[in-house]
């Protein structure tokens, strides 16, 4: 029964991540920049995103958590998510910003870029990883 439970709990904690991860990043930031000035929209998005890669940190680590004993494809990759997710966090966020104060657009897209390509990437495992669970 309790192996049940936590595969259970396990798909509806990834699925949370996914829908979380792809409302925050198609929806979220674009709403801001449309109906705030830039520099409102710029400011607010800065507050956010560190919740976001905590979102992203906890929800993947908790599904790693609770699958860890049952299954290893889904721990493994949700260790991965948590882990580039923090890196993120810690890493690539500051550079982000910095970029940003500095006026260095060039280097503000090119980080931005791999920001997006991460976030998209977890997107995409953790579609993988629901439907894994769901067969």
Known sequence: MLEVYLHWTTLLT??????????????FAAFLLRHLQPEEARMLIRKAFPLFYLFVMGSSGLAGLLSVKSDALTAT????????AAAARQILMPLINRAT????????RRLHGVSMLLTLAHIVISAGIVLHIAQ
Do not use: E, I, Q, T
């Open 101 to 108: 104060d500095h006026g260095d657009k060039v280097r503000f």
């Open 14 to 27: 990834v699925a949370l991540l996914f829908g979380g991860m792809l409302l925050f990043s198609s929806s």
């Open 77 to 84: 990759w949700m260790a991965v998510v948590m882990v580039s």
